[in-house]
């Protein structure tokens, strides 16, 4: 018979800019105030790269060489890497390239994935997927966003809710029944209007008159996003519940994608898991899209043991969203 093989998380890297934010900030740039952001999304401050020569490349390689560093790995045995990203470093050579240069990983080939705040989730669940299918031992999942390279920061709709950042989780191979289980994922087009940056691809490439119509920033209807979100996160919850015969008594863990603390709590209200089981940092960081779930893995790893029960459920532009099973592995270092 063949052997089953998992894709266990076996160590993490994260990494955020020094750069504070804070509401206070952004009270002299928009009509905003700290009050308001705190109460309807949880947020006090978000990290933003203050250099414009850092890109999310570099954001990505300090996630990777913390990660390396903890695992006690050398960058030449990473056999592929994958940078979940909507903000990569170029349109055309892939963000995962320049990792893969910048952080020495001279043995491994790499891919970009975009699905926006699900792109992690989505990325975790290829990479298990080449380690499932046997012929990979390891591969590192990557979400990384410089979110400030496409805000525009006289948006008081848009500029309170992004950070940059990166985090990164090795995957393993193992024979044991643990690490990346299950997930259901959904991805609906009709919903691109609502939370999209209109210009710089070939849809509408960047010109004189996009930039000058602020085309190449996000911009979002955030109550359509809201409300699409908590339904679309708490459903594919419950279809993954389903499937693998779980009832939230049973999850040790709920790590969501980072997007404003109302719709976090509402998912785990509607999930019945209570706020203890919930792991939130958008306070500190905002929502870095992609890296919102291997930050929140990275800086809560302290509290998970292995063989801990663990949904991590995203939504993002597209619409993209889903949720996905992993049992906690034991960690290398
Ligand atoms: O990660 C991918 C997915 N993204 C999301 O999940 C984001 C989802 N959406 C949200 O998080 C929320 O919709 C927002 C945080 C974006 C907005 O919160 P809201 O409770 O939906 O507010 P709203 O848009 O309904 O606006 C309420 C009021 C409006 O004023 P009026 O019309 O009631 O007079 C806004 O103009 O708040 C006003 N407002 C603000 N006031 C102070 C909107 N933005 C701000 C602001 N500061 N920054």
Redesign the pocket.
């Known amino acids: 018979m063949r052997t089953r093989y998992n894709a266990a998380i076996t160590a993490l890297g994260g990494y955020v800019p020094e750069n504070v934010l804070t509401n206070h900030d952004?009270e002299k740039m928009?009509?905003?105030?700290d009050e308001?952001?705190v109460a309807?999304?949880g947020i006090k401050e978000r990290r933003i790269v203050n250099d414009a020569h850092i890109a999310t490349s570099d954001l990505a390689v300090k996630a990777v060489e913390r990660l390396l560093n903890d695992a006690k790995m050398s960058p030449e045995a990473i056999e592929c890497v994958i940078v979940a990203t909507s903000t990569p470093d170029y349109i055309m050579v892939s963000t995962a390239s320049v990792v893969c240069e910048k952080a020495g990983l001279v043995n491994a080939w790499g891919v970009d994935s975009n699905a926006?705040?699900s792109g992690f989730l989505y990325a975790l669940t290829l990479g298990a997927s080449l380690i499932e299918g046997g012929r990979y031992k390891n591969v590192i999942v990557i979400g990384a966003d410089k979110n400030s390279a496409i805000i525009n920061y006289e948006d008081?709709?848009?500029?309170?809710?992004f950070g940059d950042g990166a985090g990164a989780v090795l995957l393993e191979q193992t024979t044991e029944h643990t690490g990346v289980i299950d997930n259901v994922f959904r991805t609906d087009g009709s919903g691109k209007e609502q939370?999209i940056v209109q210009a710089g691809g070939s849809m509408n490439p960047s010109s004189i008159e996009t930039v000058t119509n602020k085309l190449n920033y996000i911009s979002?209807n955030?109550?359509v996003?809201?409300k699409a979100?908590i339904e679309g996160m708490t459903q594919t919850c419950n279809e993954v519940f389903e499937r693998n015969d779980l009832k939230s008594s049973d999850v040790n863990w709920l790590v969501p994608?980072q997007?404003?603390l109302?719709?976090i709590q509402a998912v785990g209200e509607k999930l019945d898991i209570s706020t203890d089981h919930v792991k939130v940092n958008i306070d500190r960081y905002g929502?870095t899209?992609a890296a919102?779930i291997p930050l929140c893995l990275w800086d809560y790893k302290n509290d998970f043991k292995a063989g801990d029960k663990m949904i991590l459920t995203a939504?993002?532009?597209g619409f993209s969203w889903g949720a996905t099973y992993l049992i906690w592995s034991k960690l290398r270092g």
């Not at 928009?30 to 105030?33: G, I």
């Not at 008081?156 to 809710?161: A, G, S, Y």
């Open positions: 952004l928009v009509d905003t105030n308001w952001i309807r999304t926006a705040c008081r709709n848009t500029c309170i809710l939370l979002q955030g109550r996003v809201f979100a994608h997007a404003n109302r719709i929502n899209t919102t939504f993002g532009a």
